[in-house]
Structures are given as C-alpha cells and as structure tokens.
C-alpha cells in the first residue's frame, strides 16, 4: 500500500525555508507572492496490512514533530 505523508508547520510558527523562497521568488521578479510556507512529502510504500493507527503512530513518532508540525495522510 502506498501513502503519502504531508507533512506542514502549524500556523503561527516561523518558517525560515518559505522567507527564503519568498525573498529568492521576489528577487527573480515574481510579484503578488504573499506568503510562502515550505513543508515536506514523505512517501510510503507498507505492507497492505498496515492499519491506520500504525500510521498515525509512524507520524506521531518520527516523521512529524507534534509540537510544531502537523501532518496529513493519503492512501495513493
């Protein structure tokens, strides 16, 4: 089974990589960029009896810090 894991800081908490990305947008001449907020896409490929609260834990324990970061899951 395949999944694909999107991982997004929360609102509220800076975000070095998307100032940056703006700033380098901005510099190439790209205008009406408001905001910018980079985030990560991790790809999985488990056994098909994985259950979801196996994922969820995979996520809560390693590929997404709770305190800062939420996640979302997608069966691809």
């Known amino acids: 089974?395949?999944?694909r894991i999107f991982v997004t800081l929360k609102p509220g908490v800076l975000d070095p990589q998307g100032r940056a990305i703006h700033k380098a947008l901005d510099g190439l001449g790209f205008a009406?960029?408001?905001?910018?907020?980079a985030g990560k896409l991790i790809e999985l490929d488990v056994a098909d009896d994985t259950d979801d609260a196996q994922i969820d834990e995979m996520c809560r324990k390693l590929l997404a810090n709770s305190v800062i970061e939420n996640y979302r899951i997608e069966h691809a």
């Open 32 to 37: 009406g960029i408001n905001d910018v907020r």
């Open 1 to 3: 089974m395949k999944l």
